[in-house]
T-cell receptor, first 111, second 115 residues
Framework: DAKTTQPPSMDCAEGRAANLPCNHSTISGNEYVYWYRQIHSQGPQYIIHGLKNNETNEMASLIITEDRKSSTLILPHATLRDTAVYYC????????????FGTGTSLTVIP | GAVVSQHPSWVICKSGTSVKIECRSLDFQATTMFWYRQFPKQSLMLMATSNEGSKATYEQGVEKDKFLINHASLTLSTLTVTSAHPEDSSFYICSPGGPSTDTQYFGPGTRLTVL
């Protein structure tokens, strides 16, 4: 699975959009981009995933560049509960393979 | 998403004792179970992968005789930390999977503290 690069930490004002970047320049054509987050002392929580089209669900939006070498997770209106470590992972879908976690981005939402 | 439970959520034990952690996949038949551990301020590290009814595959550096994994059914997998030592203190997380699993879900984790 391709590796990802994320900034170690970010701050965001409560109520503003949080934009979390991820670089995955070696991504393969059949690899999806997944985003998870981990709130302190809890298991990782699935947020969203996509292949090449932008995706949106009730939690977030995922913007993938046309060359698929990078993506951005957008939390449209960040709340204090969104403070967590966010992981960007690339993996071939529907293989049952494990997820390998990088260091992620620690997002702090500031009141 | 899939509902995954772990028991206990936290445990404190004395050095030298064994601790069993249960992971249940409540609404998903897990043919595969991934076990991760996470040390403070670090990311999740895959420890082992088990397939229902067969022996687990361990990642490099993980002692198979120390971390015993049983995956006897499609809904239950257990991780037993044998002869626990303080350096085994960590956050242990399970994640059920299957051959066509699109999205992976994770248990809430078990905090192990060895005194």
């Amino acid at each position: 699975d391709a590796k990802t690069t994320q900034p170690p930490s970010m701050d965001c004002a409560e109520g503003r959009a949080a934009n979390l970047p991820c670089n995955h320049s070696t991504i393969s054509g059949n690899e999806y981009v997944y985003w998870y987050r981990q709130i302190h002392s809890q298991g990782p929580q699935y947020i969203i995933h996509g292949l090449k089209n932008n995706e949106t669900n009730e939690m977030a939006s995922l913007i993938i560049t046309e060359d698929r070498k990078s993506s951005t997770l957008i939390l449209p209106h960040a709340t204090l509960r969104d403070t967590a470590v966010y992981y960007c992972i690339v993996r071939v879908a529907n293989t049952g393979n494990q997820f390998y976690f990088g260091t992620g981005t620690s997002l702090t939402v500031i009141p | 998403g899939a509902v995954v439970s772990q028991h206990p959520s936290w445990v404190i034990c004395k050095s030298g004792t064994s601790v069993k952690i249960e992971c249940r996949s409540l609404d998903f038949q897990a043919t595969t179970m991934f076990w991760y551990r996470q040390f403070p301020k670090q990311s999740l590290m895959l420890m082992a992968t088990s397939n229902e009814g067969s022996k687990a595959t361990y990642e490099q550096g993980v002692e198979k005789d120390k971390f015993l994994i049983n995956h006897a059914s499609l809904t239950l997998s257990t991780l037993t930390v044998t002869s626990a030592h303080p350096e085994d203190s960590s956050f242990y997380i399970c994640s059920p999977g299957g051959p066509s699993t699109d999205t992976q879900y994770f248990g809430p984790g078990t905090r192990l503290t060895v005194l």
